[in-house]
């Protein structure tokens, strides 16, 4: 076969990259499954809904209506990351815009559309994994302190060259949403909200929010982490934020892949929705979480503040922990479905943790408890956090989460009342239906122009 044979036009380059990228989501489980339109139903427009009243935290005060204000120049449909970043941009700075994600959009790719791997980012840098090894081995570096010098300024220069493609930043006033059909999702990007106020993100699916780089750090822990770097959604000093009908996953490239160097596991993914720095007024509903280890941090620090977040009919299967960790604010958990049973190599170490005085109130959410695992495993905490609630079913029996966690730990005991009342819980719902409802309504894929519910 001759070179120019191995040639594509640009046409059929962009429909391999795109083909590339839904098989992606196919073997994750993320691609969207739109349901079937009954005749005569009337079109709902998606691109500018807003949140209900009463709809958890993102609710109060002048509630979040992202882009609905957008004029026909800030109303972008998009189906590369280049035209996702540019329509992102567009001026003028708080203009209201709304941005519609068509199929699926490959995050690590140039502006041509080229694909780019791990590679490609450290070209140039000096940065080479065996070379980083060899100079930071504990036998020779030690464990008392963070990698410096030439392997590691190279490492931080390939990883900025990977954030510069594949973190996204969303301005207010915004709303990303997937268009009905598409398979919309974007994959390997990172969204982050940052010092934003109004922004709405729905019917997207993110799949292999993957760190080409993670920095090792002997002093995180008695044996050392290797941490990674990228969200796939990442919402920092921002308010009134609205995260609905989404479906996020490793998928293709589980955990179980990732190597082990200085004996600890090559961790190349981070968070899966991060709500930190003084975040307030969050809502976060019927999305799926599933094949990830730390899903849900709460919280960047002890030092946090405010923290107003509300975690509705959500599923979580899959998860290891953080479901979510919560530190310092006001957190409202309810009718979310847990399945605790291992999948793709990810198995339940906990689901919620209250921690650093946060509030946590979980009302009438249901695990699914896998057989090797019990109701005092359900939650954690360094002995500060609070979980109050009622109404919650583990295996179809009302279970005291909070009392069964406190009677097989002699210390680091959660307390059992807060000091808040939850007032804005649209949807709430006896938990006994929520295993059979979220199978159908959760995730990316299921909004569409039949009715746009959320459930």
Known sequence: MSASSHRRSPARKRRVLIGAATASLVAAGLAAVPLTMSAGAAAVDLAHAVLPANDGWASSGTGT?????????????????????????????????????????????????????????????????????????????????????????????????????????????????????????????????????????????????????PQWDPTDGSTGNWNSQYDAVSVRRSTHVWADHNTFGDGPHYDSSNPTYFGREYQVHDGALDITNASDLVTVEYNRFTNHDKTMLIGSSDKDTKLRVTLHHNVFQGIVQRAPLARVGQIHLYDNYYDTATLNGYAHSYSINSRAHAQVVAQNNYWALSSNRKASQLLSGDGTGAVAGSGNLVNGTATDLVAAYNAEHSSKKIATTVNWAPKLNAGLEPASGLPAKLAKTAGAGVLNSVGGSTG
Request: aromatic share 6%; hydrophobic share 40%; with cysteine.
């Open 65 to 213: 209506t992202g882009g609905r204000d957008a004029d026909v120049a800030h109303t972008f449909t998009v189906s590369t990351r280049a035209e996702l970043a540019k329509a992102l941009g567009a001026g003028p700075a708080g203009a209201p815009r709304i941005v519609q994600i068509k199929g699926a959009i490959d995050a690590n790719t140039d502006d041509s559309g080229k694909p780019l791997d791990c590679a490609d980012y450290a070209a140039g840098t000096g940065y080479s994994l065996n070379a980083y090894l060899k100079a930071y081995d504990p036998a020779t570096w030690g464990r008392s302190k963070l990698p410096s010098g030439a392997q590691e300024s190279a490492r931080a220069a390939a990883q900025a060259r990977q954030a510069a493609r594949v973190v996204l930043s969303v301005p207010s006033k915004t709303t990303i949403v997937g268009v009905p059909g598409t398979g919309a999702a974007i994959v390997g990007g990172s969204l982050q909200v940052s010092n934003a106020d109004n922004v709405i993100i729905r019917n997207l699916g993110f799949s292999d929010t993957r760190d080409c780089f």
